[in-house]
């Protein structure tokens, strides 16, 4: 027997940067039970899974701030393997040049930490307005 995909199993593949444990925890709770989630702790984690999942990965959620490699060099190199994914990236600091800066890595839209339930779904629905909250 044939299985269709409708709309309510639609569960788009997000790509989760970030390396504090209780902000990923936030992320999770917010979008987990619409949204499949595979956790970078750092910017090269992020590539790597973005490697592994090319083409099935939906969005990228990426910190700015990490270790080992910051969300501004892993934008760059994503965006440079591929250019229409919708990476969002999340900033704790709210002044204009991180978000010029992170505009200019390639990021689509920027952020401001905490993250809000509204404001990320509410970015999410723009891109994904088939899932139904």
């Known amino acids: 027997m044939e299985t269709t995909n409708n709309a309510q199993d639609y569960r788009p593949l997000i790509l989760v940067a970030e390396d504090d444990d209780s902000n990923f925890k936030l992320i999770k709770a ?11 702790k750092n910017g090269a984690e992020m590539v790597e899974n973005f490697k592994e999942h090319q083409g099935k990965a939906a969005a990228v959620l990426m910190d700015i701030k990490m270790p080992i490699m910051n969300g501004l060099e892993a934008t760059k190199i994503i965006r440079g393997m591929s250019p229409e994914i919708p990476i969002i990236m999340q900033t704790a600091y ?3 040049s991180d978000r ?3 505009m200019e890595s390639g990021a689509t839209e920027v952020l401001v930490k905490p993250i809000t339930l509204a404001a990320l779904r509410n970015c999410l629905s723009k891109y994904f307005p088939e899932v139904k909250w």
């Open 30 to 40: 917010i979008i987990g039970k619409k949204y499949d989630i595979v956790w970078a």
């Open 94 to 96: 709210a002044f204009n």
């Open 100 to 102: 010029e800066s992170a």
